[in-house]
């Protein structure tokens, strides 16, 4: 999966979501929406998205990592700080390396694998 096919990916789950404007694999996952919105298109029971404050960046990514790790496994590559001290998060090249993955899993699989991973889309 080339990084912008991943790239697509992302922008299609979270097209539509308020203040999410997925435009590269870097900057614009700083403010924790982009990762929220993504698993709320996918777990909707995990995250009250409509309840999230734009402007409120760790607490939003602290919920995008936490729940990512508890609920799926995937560890945080960098820590919250981390993510909102840096004006280009240059260590989310690394995440998309194990998102294609996930990513290629979900889109090439379909129904069958967003079930075995305990995933369904949001209508």
Known sequence: LSVLKLLTWCQEQTCGYH???????????RSGLALCA???????DLIDFDS??????EENTR???DVAERE???????????????EEPDSLSMICNR?????????RGG??????LGLSPRG
Do not use: C, Q
Not at 111 to 116: E, I, S, V
């Open 99 to 107: 998102t294609m993955s996930s990513s290629s899993a979900l889109t």
């Open 52 to 57: 999230l404050d734009e402007s409120s960046v």
């Open 72 to 86: 799926f496994g995937i560890s945080p590559l960098m820590t919250v700080e981390e993510m909102s001290s840096v």
């Open 111 to 116: 129904a069958r694998h967003l079930k075995h």
């Open 63 to 65: 919920l995008g990592f």
């Open 19 to 29: 203040g999410v404007n997925v435009t590269d694999l870097t900057t614009s996952w």
């Open 38 to 44: 993504l698993i709320h298109r996918y777990r909707s």
